[in-house]
């Protein structure tokens, strides 16, 4: 059973950060990739970053430079460190596997003002 929990979405201004954290439950955690994504109003749900067990990240050109990913193989968790939000990061983000189970969290919600 896959159990994905997302948190750390606010209501931020434009040029602050965020943190956001995914609480991870499915099998061989350690060596799975992991991804977070993400789905603003009207669009499709897109990558924006990912990590392998080995913490070789992948990010998508529109975060590249502001956004860190990070994973605790101990505690079965990834983190989304944002830096110099954008209006355009406004979204709801989620984490999954890279390519994703079926199951998808609820997702948690960043809002960044202009």
């Known amino acids: 059973q896959v159990q994905l929990v997302e948190s750390g979405g606010a209501l931020v201004q434009a040029g602050g950060s965020l943190r956001l954290s995914c609480a991870a439950s499915l099998s061989s955690f350690s060596i799975k990739t992991m991804g977070w994504y993400r789905q603003a109003p009207g669009k499709q749900r897109e990558l924006v970053a990912r990590?392998?067990?080995?913490?070789?990240?992948v990010y998508a050109d529109s975060v590249k430079g502001r956004f860190t990913i990070s994973r605790d193989n101990a505690k079965n968790t990834v983190d989304l460190q944002m830096n110099s939000l954008k209006p355009e990061d406004t979204a709801v983000y989620y984490c999954?596997?890279?390519?994703?189970?079926?199951?998808w969290g609820q997702g948690t919600q960043v809002t960044v003002s202009s």
């Open positions: 999954n596997a890279a390519p994703p189970y079926s199951n």
């Open positions: 990590i392998t067990g080995g913490r070789w990240t």
